[in-house]
C-alpha cells in the first residue's frame, strides 16, 4: 500500500508540473480612461445658476438664482474637442446666452485623472493653439459617469475674493 501512494503522488506531482505551464491569457493592456474620454463631445444646459459668493459666506438669504429662463440660455451649447488620442484641442459655446466666458478658444485639463482627494478638476480655457494664454477656467463641480450629466461652475474674483459663480447644469448632447 506504500508504494501505490508513492506511485499516486509522484503521478499527482507529475501532472502539476505540466499543468503549471499552461499561460493564461487574461487580455491584453488597455489604456486607464481619462478624464477628457468623459468630458468631451457636446453638452447641452439644463440650468444655470448664478450664486452670490458674498450673501452665501454671510448667511444671506437668498444666494442663488436661476437664470434659466431670464435670458436665451435654452440655446447653450458647449463642445469640448479631443483628438484621434483623446487629447483636448478646441472648444467652442454655441448658441445666443449671454457670454460669461469667451466662446471659443483651446482647452486642456489640469489633471488627466480624477484626484482621490483634494480640488476638483479645472478645465483651463486659452486664446492660442500652444495654450499659453490662458483666459479663463471652470472648475468641473460634478463629473459625468454612468449618468452624462456633468456641472461646470466658473467663480468671479476680485483681490483674490469671490463674489459671484455661475454654475452651468450640462446633459451630454445626443
Same mark, same amino acid.
Not at 136 to 154: C, E, F, H, K, R
Given at each position: 500500500?506504500?508504494?501505490?501512494?508513492?506511485?499516486?503522488?509522484?503521478?499527482?506531482?507529475?501532472?502539476?508540473?505540466?499543468?503549471?505551464?499552461?499561460k493564461i491569457d487574461d487580455?491584453?493592456?488597455?489604456?486607464?480612461?481619462?478624464?477628457?474620454?468623459?468630458?468631451?463631445?457636446?453638452?447641452?444646459l439644463s440650468d444655470v445658476?448664478?450664486?452670490?459668493?458674498?450673501? &452665501? %459666506?454671510?448667511? =444671506?438669504?437668498?444666494?442663488? $438664482? #436661476?437664470?434659466?429662463?431670464?435670458?436665451?440660455?435654452?440655446?447653450?451649447?458647449?463642445?469640448?474637442?479631443?483628438?484621434?488620442?483623446?487629447?483636448?484641442?478646441?472648444?467652442?459655446?454655441?448658441g445666443n446666452a449671454p457670454?460669461?466666458?469667451?466662446?471659443?478658444?483651446?482647452?486642456?485639463?489640469?489633471?488627466?485623472?480624477?484626484?482621490?482627494?483634494?480640488?476638483?478638476?479645472?478645465?483651463?480655457?486659452?486664446?492660442?493653439?500652444? &495654450? %499659453?494664454?490662458? =483666459?479663463?477656467?471652470?472648475? $468641473? #463641480?460634478?463629473?459625468?459617469?454612468?449618468?452624462?450629466?456633468?456641472?461646470?461652475?466658473?467663480?468671479?474674483?476680485?483681490?483674490?475674493?469671490?463674489?459671484?459663480?455661475?454654475?452651468?447644469?450640462?446633459?451630454?448632447?445626443?
Amino acid at each position: 500500500m506504500n508504494n501505490k501512494l508513492r506511485i499516486a503522488l509522484l503521478c499527482f506531482i507529475g501532472t502539476l508540473s505540466f499543468m503549471s505551464c499552461h499561460k493564461i491569457d487574461d487580455g491584453s493592456f488597455v489604456e486607464p480612461i481619462t478624464l477628457y474620454e468623459k468630458v468631451k463631445g457636446s453638452w447641452t444646459l439644463s440650468d444655470v445658476l448664478q450664486i452670490d459668493e458674498t450673501a &452665501k %459666506t454671510a448667511g =444671506i438669504q437668498p444666494d442663488q $438664482i #436661476s437664470l434659466y429662463d431670464q435670458f436665451d440660455f435654452s440655446t447653450f451649447e458647449i463642445t469640448l474637442d479631443v483628438d484621434a488620442d483623446n487629447r483636448p484641442t478646441a472648444y467652442r459655446v454655441d448658441g445666443n446666452a449671454p457670454e460669461l466666458f469667451p466662446s471659443s478658444g483651446f482647452w486642456d485639463l489640469d489633471t488627466d485623472f480624477p484626484r482621490a482627494a483634494g480640488p476638483a478638476p479645472v478645465i483651463n480655457l486659452y486664446s492660442d493653439a500652444g &495654450k %499659453t494664454s490662458l =483666459i479663463g477656467q471652470l472648475n $468641473i #463641480s460634478a463629473m459625468p459617469g454612468a449618468n452624462p450629466v456633468m456641472d461646470l461652475t466658473l467663480t468671479r474674483k476680485t483681490a483674490g475674493v469671490s463674489f459671484v459663480s455661475y454654475q452651468y447644469k450640462l446633459s451630454k448632447a445626443n
